[in-house]
């Protein structure tokens, strides 16, 4: 009899069997969309086999596809963010945290594939803008033999020394940063940025030693043929190979940053710490001052990752007046609107409300962590997010509340406990799960179907 080699499970939690009959034994629950190996066949039912996914079994026909799923898998990284995302068309990451973590977790989850001497393709690794939190962790892949990345997507954003980033005046000096008007006010604009590898590498020398670090390692990476290009992205690029969601594919639509034109060249405005702003030390322009770290993260890479008939927003590390600026930009279109949102900058509380309207998701994840000395998520930014999502019963995730499976660390006699936030998606039916933290048999799960109807509302 013959029979497809794998299925993917296509129910919110497929059930796999001890035999081949509707009221047999459950060995395991495993989530819409994973990946299973059919070793047989018997009537309605496929023997299978889970890769990394627990105990295989007999699954009813009926609850598997044949077509891929969208997999996003947002990753514990401690303080930052971290997303894998497998699409039909292969795996694209979105920031990968500062430490070990991210990198660990992928070994971890293409184990079978590397073990068996494949090399994992990333086709598109985006760096939404240039901090620790969101690139650090990736340069370990780029030096991971066992990878290969197509193309890593930037905001163009250079790192200076701290004593240059911190000032104004010398980034003012240095001719990283203009006064110009625009719209009869008077702002300041970065307009030193890059594009490519080539150019990266040839600026090493200007680069704090963390951001040359990880462009050396990109140029070796590239010299070994294991990444072939650099590229920086604004508003209304594509990024190649995601350009459609027609024949079940994912679309990723870029959303910002959205710079100004001086000289026919890109200039992101400047945004100001509204830190300074409520401890009364007022900008020097009637709009903006100038924060080189606010001004980095609000010109994150926003992606609008799309597939069948769902939508989801990657907003990077948005502050308040980049919100405004790209609902200025956008005027009366909203492109923001999804119905799941990795929430801005870890929920700080340096978000606004108008911008949280204009998303309106079911369900939002926040990636944050303990280990720095920020107070991520904040609780009005929780409460916010809540506030404007969508329905009744939205519902907002935590990696951080999601800590539910550990790692040994060598050397370390406690483990460390990572959570993982799964997003599941067969184009029509979206499930949102967390790994229960104690397991009881097969009741492995906490999943949502969105919109979510509730647990006992029906
Ligand atoms: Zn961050």
Redesign the pocket.
Known sequence: MSFPEFVYANRQETILRQDPKAKAKELNHVLLGTYLEVLDSKGSYYQVATRRAGPGGWVAKADTTESTPLKVFFVDVG???GTLIETPQGIVII?GGMGAHFHAFLRHRYWPLIENGEIIEVKAMVI??P?G??YKGLQRILEDEDFRVDAIYHNGLMRYPKSTEDSRRRMIEKGHVVEADVDGDTAYFVVDHFDGLAEAFARKAEMPSWFKQFWTAAKESADAGRLNSVQRLVAGDSIAGFTTTSGGKAKLVVLAPAPHQIDDADAFLAFDDPKKRADGDEPDYPDYGYSHSHTR?GHSIVVRLEFGDHKLLLG??LNIPAERHLIEHYGTQNPFRVDVAKCC??GSADFSPEFLKRVSPHATTISSGDNKSFDHPTADSVGAIARHSRGDLPLVFSTELARAYSISSAGHVNDIHYGLVNLRSNGTLLTMAQMKEQHSGTDIWDSYNLPWAGKFWF
């Open positions: 303080q930052g963010d920031d939404s803008h901090d939190d969101h993260n990077g590390d900058h870890h």
